[in-house]
C-alpha cells in the first residue's frame, strides 16, 4: 500500500476536526500540508445540530470512510484498517466519543431492530426513516438525559406516543446518564418533567432497561415500542493512543492523554495548549483532559464548545510555536445548552456546593422563566438559565466567570437575575 505524507494530519472529523481545519485555512496553512482522516463518509458538520452544515474549508486532503486502527507515534504514522499509511510531522487527535449502548450493560434484546443511537449522521438519518415509517406510533427514549430529553421532545412534535424511561429520580439532562453530579438539581427538574407530561409525555423515573422484546424496567414494566431511542452517554475514543500516552507519569487514570494533571502549584504550560505528553501530538475536543484554569484542576468536557475552541486554541499554539511565538493560555468557562419545544437552556460554570432556584419554575408558567445557582464556599460558582434572552445569558455566564461572593441564599434567590445583571 502506498504510502502518504502529510505536515498536519487530524484523525477524526467531527466539530473538533472541523473548528481545527478552519483554524489552519486562517492561519494560512498551504495546499497538501493538512489532511483529515475519518471514518465517517462525509465532512466534519454541527453534530449538535446534526445538520449538514459541513464546517469544511478548501484546500485540504480529506479522507473519508477510513477508520484508524493503529498509530505508531515513535514513526509519526497511523495506519487504516485498509492498510494505509500516513505520515505525520504534527498529529491532532480528534477522535471524539462514542455512545455507550444498551449492550455495553448486558441488556438483552439490545441489538433489536428499531432500537436507535445518535452520534453520527448516518444514525440521524436512519431515524429520520424510522420516524416517517411508524408515523403516530408508541416510541420509548431511554436516558433522562439531555439527548434523552431532546428526542422525547423531538418525537412527540412528530406525534408519536413517548415515554421516557430513566434511572435517576429525576431528569438529569447530563451527557452520562450514571455520573453525579447532575447538572439537573430536583428543583429544575421538577419544572422539565411538569413541561413534558404537560406535553403527553410518560416518564418513569428510577428503573432500568432490562430487555428488549420481551420486557422492559426492572420493575417488571412492559413497554410497547415502535421505535426505541437511547442516550444513556459517549465514552472517549482514546483506545488507540491510550497506552502510548498514558504510561508515562499519567496512569490509566480516566484515560488521560494530554500531559498530567495541573496544580495551581505546577502549572503546565504546554497543558493549556492541548499537547500531549508525545511530542507532536496534539487532543482536541472530548478525548482531551486539559487544565480548568478557573478550578485550578484537570477536566475533560464533552460539549461542543469546548470541542471547537480547543481545536481553535491547538491550532493556533501549533502555529504560534512554528513562527516562535505565544499565545495565552486556555482558560475555559464550561458552557453547555440545549433546545426543546419552545424551551432553550444554558448554564456556565460548575454545577457543585448548594443550589437555589429563582424566577418562575412552574411547569404551566407562561414564560418558563427560571434559573438556578450554585454556592460553594461563599461564591457564585455556576448559573443556569431557561428562556433568558442574549443578554441575560451573558450575564449569568459573567456571574460564573467572576464568581462574586454572597452572604444570603434567600436573598440570591429572591434577586434572582437582578442579581446577575449587577455584576
Ligand atoms: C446527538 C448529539 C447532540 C449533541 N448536542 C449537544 C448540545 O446540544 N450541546 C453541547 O454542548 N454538546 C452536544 N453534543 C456533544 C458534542 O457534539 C460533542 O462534544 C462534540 O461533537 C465533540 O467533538 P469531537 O470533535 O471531539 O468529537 P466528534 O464530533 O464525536 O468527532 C469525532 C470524529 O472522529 C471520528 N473517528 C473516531 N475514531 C476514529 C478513527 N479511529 N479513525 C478515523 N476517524 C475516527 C468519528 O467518526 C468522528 O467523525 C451532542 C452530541 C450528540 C451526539
Given at each position: 500500500?502506498?504510502?502518504?505524507?502529510?505536515?498536519?494530519?487530524?484523525?477524526?472529523?467531527?466539530v473538533?476536526?472541523?473548528?481545527?481545519?478552519?483554524?489552519?485555512?486562517?492561519?494560512?496553512?498551504?495546499?497538501?500540508?493538512?489532511?483529515?482522516?475519518?471514518?465517517?463518509?462525509?465532512?466534519?458538520?454541527?453534530?449538535p445540530?446534526?445538520?449538514?452544515?459541513?464546517?469544511?474549508?478548501?484546500?485540504?486532503?480529506?479522507?473519508?470512510?477510513?477508520?484508524?486502527?493503529?498509530?505508531?507515534?515513535?514513526?509519526?504514522?497511523?495506519?487504516?484498517?485498509?492498510?494505509?499509511?500516513?505520515?505525520?510531522?504534527?498529529?491532532?487527535?480528534?477522535?471524539?466519543?462514542?455512545?455507550?449502548?444498551?449492550?455495553?450493560?448486558?441488556?438483552?434484546?439490545?441489538?433489536?431492530?428499531?432500537?436507535?443511537?445518535?452520534?453520527?449522521?448516518?444514525?440521524?438519518?436512519?431515524?429520520?426513516?424510522?420516524?416517517?415509517?411508524?408515523?403516530?406510533?408508541?416510541?420509548?427514549?431511554?436516558?433522562?438525559?439531555?439527548?434523552?430529553?431532546?428526542?422525547?421532545?423531538?418525537?412527540?412534535?412528530?406525534?408519536?406516543?413517548?415515554?421516557?424511561?430513566?434511572?435517576?429520580?429525576?431528569?438529569?439532562?447530563?451527557m452520562?446518564?450514571?455520573?453525579?453530579?447532575?447538572?439537573?438539581?430536583?428543583?429544575?427538574?421538577?419544572?422539565?418533567?411538569?413541561?413534558?407530561?404537560?406535553?403527553?409525555?410518560?416518564?418513569?423515573?428510577?428503573?432500568?432497561?432490562?430487555?428488549?422484546?420481551?420486557?422492559?424496567?426492572?420493575?417488571?414494566?412492559?413497554?410497547?415500542?415502535?421505535?426505541?431511542?437511547?442516550?444513556?452517554?459517549?465514552?472517549?475514543?482514546?483506545?488507540?493512543?491510550?497506552?502510548?500516552?498514558?504510561?508515562?507519569?499519567?496512569?490509566?487514570?480516566?484515560?488521560?492523554?494530554?500531559?498530567?494533571?495541573?496544580?495551581?502549584?505546577?502549572?503546565?504550560?504546554?497543558?493549556?495548549?492541548?499537547?500531549?505528553?508525545?511530542?507532536?501530538?496534539?487532543?482536541?475536543g472530548d478525548?482531551?483532559?486539559?487544565?480548568?484554569?478557573?478550578?485550578?484542576?484537570?477536566?475533560?468536557v464533552e460539549h461542543v464548545d469546548h470541542a471547537r475552541?480547543?481545536?481553535?486554541?491547538?491550532?493556533?499554539?501549533?502555529?504560534?510555536?512554528?513562527?516562535?511565538?505565544?499565545?495565552?493560555?486556555?482558560?475555559?468557562?464550561p458552557y453547555f445548552y440545549?433546545?426543546?419545544?419552545?424551551?432553550?437552556?444554558?448554564f456556565?460554570?460548575?454545577?457543585?456546593?448548594?443550589?437555589?432556584?429563582?424566577?418562575?419554575?412552574?411547569?404551566?408558567?407562561?414564560?418558563?422563566?427560571?434559573?438556578?445557582?450554585?454556592?460553594?464556599?461563599?461564591?457564585?460558582?455556576?448559573?443556569?438559565?431557561?428562556?433568558?434572552?442574549?443578554?441575560?445569558?451573558?450575564?449569568?455566564?459573567?456571574?460564573?466567570?467572576?464568581?462574586?461572593?454572597?452572604?444570603?441564599?434567600?436573598?440570591?434567590?429572591?434577586?434572582?437575575?437582578?442579581?446577575?445583571?449587577?455584576?
Amino acid at each position: 500500500m502506498a504510502e502518504k505524507s502529510f505536515k498536519y494530519v487530524i484523525v477524526g472529523g467531527g466539530v473538533a476536526a472541523g473548528y481545527a481545519a478552519r483554524e489552519f485555512a486562517k492561519q494560512g496553512v498551504k495546499p497538501g500540508e493538512l489532511a483529515i482522516i475519518s471514518k465517517e463518509a462525509v465532512a466534519p458538520y454541527e453534530r449538535p445540530a446534526l445538520s449538514k452544515a459541513y464546517l469544511f474549508p478548501e484546500g485540504i486532503s480529506l479522507i473519508l470512510s477510513t477508520e484508524i486502527v493503529k498509530a505508531d507515534l515513535a514513526s509519526k504514522t497511523v495506519i487504516s484498517a485498509a492498510g494505509e499509511t500516513f505520515k505525520y510531522q504534527i498529529l491532532i487527535i480528534a477522535t471524539g466519543s462514542t455512545v455507550i449502548r444498551l449492550s455495553d450493560f448486558g441488556v438483552q434484546g439490545a441489538d433489536a431492530k428499531n432500537i436507535f443511537y445518535l452520534r453520527e449522521i448516518d444514525e440521524a438519518d436512519e431515524l429520520v426513516k424510522a420516524i416517517k415509517a411508524k408515523k403516530n406510533g408508541k416510541a420509548v427514549i431511554v436516558g433522562g438525559g439531555y439527548i434523552g430529553l431532546e428526542l422525547s421532545a423531538a418525537l412527540r412534535i412528530n406525534n408519536f406516543d413517548v415515554s421516557m424511561v430513566f434511572p435517576e429520580p429525576w431528569c438529569t439532562a447530563n451527557m452520562y446518564v450514571f455520573i453525579v453530579p447532575r447538572l439537573f438539581t430536583a428543583g429544575i427538574a421538577a419544572f422539565y418533567e411538569g413541561y413534558y407530561a404537560n406535553k403527553g409525555i410518560k416518564i418513569i423515573k428510577g428503573t432500568v432497561a432490562v430487555g428488549f422484546g420481551t420486557e422492559m424496567g426492572k420493575d417488571g414494566t412492559v413497554l410497547e415500542a415502535d421505535i426505541v431511542v437511547v442516550g444513556v452517554g459517549g465514552k472517549p475514543l482514546t483506545t488507540l493512543f491510550k497506552d502510548r500516552l498514558t504510561r508515562k507519569r499519567v496512569g490509566l487514570r480516566q484515560m488521560v492523554i494530554t500531559k498530567p494533571a495541573y496544580t495551581k502549584k505546577s502549572p503546565n504550560r504546554f497543558d493549556a495548549f492541548f499537547k500531549t505528553s508525545v511530542p507532536d501530538v496534539y487532543a482536541v475536543g472530548d478525548v482531551a483532559t486539559f487544565p480548568m484554569k478557573l478550578y485550578g484542576e484537570t477536566r475533560r468536557v464533552e460539549h461542543v464548545d469546548h470541542a471547537r475552541k480547543s481545536a481553535e486554541q491547538a491550532v493556533k499554539a501549533i502555529f504560534a510555536s512554528e513562527q516562535g511565538k505565544s499565545i495565552s493560555e486556555y482558560d475555559y468557562l464550561p458552557y453547555f445548552y440545549s433546545r426543546s419545544f419552545d424551551l432553550s437552556w444554558q448554564f456556565y460554570g460548575d454545577n457543585v456546593g448548594e443550589s437555589v432556584l429563582f424566577g418562575d419554575s412552574r411547569p404551566e408558567s407562561p414564560t418558563h422563566k427560571f434559573g438556578s445557582y450554585w454556592i460553594k464556599d461563599g461564591k457564585v460558582v455556576g448559573a443556569f438559565l431557561e428562556s433568558g434572552t442574549p443578554e441575560e445569558n451573558k450575564a449569568i455566564a459573567k456571574v460564573a466567570r467572576v464568581q462574586p461572593p454572597v452572604s444570603s441564599l434567600d436573598q440570591l434567590a429572591a434577586e434572582g437575575l437582578t442579581f446577575a445583571s449587577k455584576i
